[in-house]
């Protein structure tokens, strides 16, 4: 099982305290050593860093434990690899760009017989994964929905959710997708959010004895949403989406957790 994690936030921030207990499980803590990759949005712009070491290997890990990339919406992917080499091309997150905005998308699962043809399609995959095959088929689909320009966050959930349920019969598609502005999040085994808003505590690590107290690094105004296949902290309440739920994030909470 690959680990995903994500953040929505209503203002730019770091997500060094997540990323210092999520990288150890790529290699120290759990066996998931072939790959890893983590894409932070600032503006219109997004970096990407992706790496086919394991996260406990990669200096590319070490720089971006280091850099604080303050940011509203950050996927990051440890790849266990089920379908697919063992390669750059083939390391989550993967990036496209569609009506002017960069797009992120991570997967966790495997599935099975799915091979949409795809010679007219736009988005095309580069490596030979399951994962970017669903990612460009989601994101072909999106554009033939909506031709002539950017729809409404409600209109792409929609589509989103319509286009999720039919890869989804094909095996298990837990997923994290971004444009930068708002953060979809589909499970279909394991995923769990915690959203952290005022009044702020401390929180402790579950792979690192490490502590924080977010009331020292934040404003009574912030909402940091984090997401993860499994939950990063020990001390906090983690919400675990049911299967086959699919939540949009925006500023720092869910809209649509019922």
């Known amino acids: 099982m690959c680990q995903l994690l994500g953040m929505n936030c209503n203002v730019p921030t770091d997500i060094c305290f997540s990323f210092e207990g999520f990288h150890v499980r790529g290699g120290l ?13 600032e503006g219109r712009g997004c970096h990407l860093f992706v790496d086919s070491k394991a996260t ?18 950050v996927i990051a992917h440890i790849r266990k690899a089920t379908k697919g080499r063992i390669a750059l091309e083939n390391s989550h997150p993967f990036r496209r760009e569609l009506w002017g905005r960069y797009w992120i998308f991570a997967h966790n699962g495997t599935l099975e017989h799915f091979d949409p043809p795809r010679p007219d399609d736009v988005f095309q995959p580069v490596g ?18 909506f031709p002539h320009g950017s729809p409404s966050r409600e209109q792409v959930y929609g589509v989103v959710e319509r286009i999720t349920a039919e890869i989804a019969e094909h095996g298990d598609f837990n997923y994290l997708l971004s444009d930068g502005d708002s953060l979809f999040a589909h499970c279909s085994t394991n995923l769990h959010f915690i959203t952290r808003k005022a009044p702020f505590g401390c929180a402790h690590l579950v792979d690192q004895d490490i502590t924080v107290d977010f009331s020292e690094l934040t404003t009574p105004n912030d909402k940091v949403t984090v997401i993860a296949t499994l939950p990063l902290t020990d001390n906090e309440i983690w919400t675990k989406l049911r299967r086959g739920q699919l939540v949009l994030f925006h500023d720092g909470e869910p809209l649509n957790v019922a």
């Open 128 to 145: 030979d994964t399951d994962s970017e095959r669903a990612f460009c088929y989601l994101l072909n689909a999106l554009r033939r929905a």
């Open 56 to 73: 406990v290997e990669s200096p590319i890990a070490d720089l971006v434990r280091h850099y604080p990339i303050h940011s509203t919406n």
């Open 29 to 41: 803590t759990d066996h998931h050593r072939d790959g890893w990759g983590i894409a932070f949005f």
